[in-house]
């Protein structure tokens, strides 16, 4: 299916969506969410989320090719806020030690409503490339990496949780 096909599917959905009371969330990394503002606006009750998990375009590229770039993201949360459109931020995945979850907070406190957090998780077919990708570009994390995802030590993110609440 292409994009144009998509973006069709999806403002089909959001006009039938139009007047019906319910809370609509959408989660995306794709900037282009903007051009349905005419009909976010037109909703009681939605929120607009964006997943951003670095500040960093470059780390973006390597781990979201196809995902808008940081900017565009950004640009649209300003837009969407401007709009008066409810919006917030998904932490996710946060990398450890590579997302900065403070610096994303502080940059994004005044056009987000709310920050939502999750952590990396490695499930067995993808453990393997995010390992190397973390040997070959971060390897002063390395043993980070490999404590909390192949010893399976939790402390980590318990500090990390600690450090966010």
Known sequence: MTDAYNNLVT????????????????????NPVIRDID????????????????????????????????DDRIKALKILNKNRIRTSVFLSPMFPEITNFKTIIKSLKNYSHEFWFENLNLYPYCITRILKYID??????????YEIYIAKDTSYWEQLEKEIF
């Open 11 to 30: 403002r089909k959905i959001l006009e039938l969506l139009v007047g019906i009371d319910t809370e609509i969330f959408i989660l995306t990394k794709s």
């Open 39 to 70: 009909l976010f606006k037109k909703m009681n009750n939605i929120t607009i989320t964006f997943s951003i998990n670095t500040l960093d375009d470059t780390f973006r590229k390597h781990m979201e090719p196809f995902a808008s770039s940081i």
């Open 136 to 145: 070959y570009k971060y390897s002063y994390l390395r043993d980070l990496y």
